[in-house]
């Protein structure tokens, strides 16, 4: 599966932005996403995941409660509604994929479970 994130950009403390993470190539239902970020001088953490049919939603500590995933299997998209954004936010964001038919713990265990990733998406948060 061949995956691309959008909808980043510039956002005051405390504003909010959607991800966007369209799929292409294999069948979406067939893979949970997850979403990932990656601040400068930082390891890539995890921040959110979801599974196969949605029904099924998993969020980093630092994000719970302000980000909401989702995913619409229809359009092979899926997506991350960032609120309450706050200056750690800052980050490039990349949507990812386990293999397919992989439970939404691959994903929950860190990078280390991605077997696909988008290009990502730069989020800025300024004060």
């Known amino acids: 599966v061949q995956l691309q994130a959008s909808g980043g950009g510039l956002v005051q403390a405390g504003g909010s932005l959607r991800l966007s993470c369209a799929a292409s190539g294999h069948t979406f239902s067939s893979y949970c996403i997850g979403w990932f970020r990656q601040a400068p001088g930082k390891e890539r953490e995890f921040v959110a995941a979801?599974?196969?049919?949605?029904?099924?939603?998993y969020y980093s500590d630092s994000v719970k409660g302000r980000f909401t995933i989702s995913r619409d299997n229809a359009e092979n998209m899926a997506y991350l509604q960032m609120n309450s954004l706050n200056l750690e936010d800052t980050a490039v964001y990349y949507c990812?994929?386990?293999?397919?038919?992989?439970?939404?713990?691959?994903?929950?265990?860190?990078?280390?479970?991605?077997?696909?990733w988008g290009k990502g998406t730069q989020v800025t948060v300024s004060s």
């Open positions: 990812a994929a386990p293999r397919e038919n992989e439970p939404i713990v691959t994903l929950i265990r860190g990078a280390r479970g991605v077997n696909f």
């Open positions: 979801i599974s196969w049919s949605g029904g099924s939603t």
